[in-house]
């Protein structure tokens, strides 16, 4: 039956339902009698749909709470076992698979490491080596877990540069400071003995994986509008507002913040990836005079930097060290600043495994230099901080993003692919006599 407005009684079911997992999963444990008006539904629909989820194994009930004056009430939670996800994350050192309950409590790793730069740095984004690492660590953790590919609801993806959706395809991902221009990886990961055509990939810009975890879990949950900044390798950022509720990854990385500058690994000159991401900033280190150690990863070569320009026990910095960081601190702040002009956020959280490494010390900085070449009226509403999931975050919210999905269906499974029917007789025997 359609209503009026042209949804049916199936939408408004499933809207219903969404309504209430979405509920639970932020603020649960909650009562029947609490969800009715934290949902807006009347205490007959939530009766409905709170039978119909604890049936299905979705929710369970969590303990009771005293009523005034009546009988107890009933808590009701997600069912944390009655489903799973997985997150994968494209990073610069590493292809980080996990597994996650509906909790996103962690049931399973796996890490795939990515050869150290050497001279064919691009060698290591092969994206038939990513692929197969992605393929191997998905098999590793469900094994792990002893879980059938059947089980997960989905497998999210984060990966640098920008995402195309093609439908013939699926998500292909072009990024030119890795080498990778239209990879049509979705189609990549699928093939005779991978997950079942059923199982959706969410492949999308490492830098909106993590800031749909920080938005849902972390330093940005509660606010309306908000910038999350993912400084690696490279830099990229997200932007959430009302209207892209989900975030936006935007190429912030390759703004142009000095002409005729350094060459950025896009190709063009001046970016700010060229300055401020960590492979160009140990670059520019040696460059300087510095002596980054060698034939190591950049997580390693960069923690040799901040030593050197932060010795413990009073020992003399290193000045070169240090003038770097200092250069650095500013242009970051230079391009928090256009965002900050740009997009007017209540926050600019900084995430990344390079950005909570180089936040402790230098975060004061970048916030002053930011607030320093930003408009006085959106400066003065925006607070700088560090994101709050630490470096595995874009994983997290990789795996949210099937989960989301899954809440958007109102916690209905997708129905498994058809089975091709076999072509009738007579087309088997023409095919025969035209072969």
């Known amino acids: ?61 969590a303990g009771s709470v005293d ?34 309950d509906l909790s996103l409590a962690e049931r399973a790793s796996a890490d795939r490491p990515l050869p150290t730069r050497g001279d064919g740095h691009r060698d290591r984004y092969d994206s038939r080596l990513i692929a197969g690492h992605i393929r191997d660590g998905i098999a590793e953790v469900l094994d792990t877990a002893g879980l059938t590919p059947e089980r997960i609801l989905g497998v999210g993806i984060g990966v640098p540069g920008i995402v195309e959706h093609s439908e013939e395809d699926g998500a292909v991902v072009h990024c030119q400071p890795i080498g990778w221009e239209a990879v049509p990886l979705e189609r990549m990961l699928r093939g005779p003995g991978d997950l079942p055509e059923e199982i959706p990939y969410f492949i999308e810009n490492g830098a909106k994986t993590l800031g749909q975890a920080e938005m849902w879990f972390g330093a940005g949950r509660g606010a309306r509008n908000a910038v999350v900044v993912l400084f690696g390798s490279g830099v990229g950022a997200c932007v959430v507002s009302e209207e892209v509720e989900r975030g936006r990854a935007v190429e912030w990385g390759h703004l142009t913040v000095r002409v005729r500058g350094r060459r950025c690994r896009c190709g063009a000159l001046g970016c700010l990836e060229a300055y401020a991401g960590a492979e160009a900033l140990l670059e520019r280190w040696q460059e300087a ?137 007579w087309r088997t025997t023409l095919g025969t006599r035209l072969a």
């Open 1 to 61: 039956m359609a209503e009026q407005n042209g949804r049916t009684v199936r939408d408004l079911r499933r809207e219903n339902r969404a309504a209430v997992l979405r509920r639970l999963y932020f603020d649960g444990p909650m009562s029947r009698f609490s969800l009715a008006p934290a949902t807006g539904l009347s205490s007959g629909s939530i009766s409905n749909v709170v039978a119909e989820l604890l049936a299905e194994g979705l929710v369970e009930e």
């Open 67 to 100: 009523s005034d004056g009546g009988r107890p009430r009933t808590l009701l939670r997600i069912t944390p076992h009655s489903g799973h996800m997985i997150g994968v994350d494209v990073g610069e050192t590493r292809v980080r698979v996990e597994l996650f």
């Open 289 to 425: 005079g510095g002596q980054p150690p060698s034939d190591t990863d950049e997580e390693t070569a960069l923690t040799a930097m901040l030593a050197a320009a932060y010795p413990p026990d009073g020992a003399a910095p290193d000045p070169v060290a240090a003038a770097v960081l200092a250069e650095t601190a500013e242009y970051l702040g230079a391009g928090l600043s256009d965002l900050i002009n740009l997009f007017q956020p209540e926050r600019i959280l900084v995430g990344g495994w390079a950005g909570l490494q180089l936040g402790a010390r230098f975060l004061d900085s970048v916030r002053h230099h930011a607030l320093s070449y930003a408009l006085p009226y959106p400066s003065g509403r925006v607070g700088i901080d560090l994101g709050a999931l630490g470096p595995d975050a874009v994983t997290v919210g990789a795996a949210i993003l099937p989960l989301a999905a899954f809440f958007a269906r109102g916690g209905r499974h997708l129905p498994p692919s058809p089975s091709p029917e076999p072509s009738p007789a």
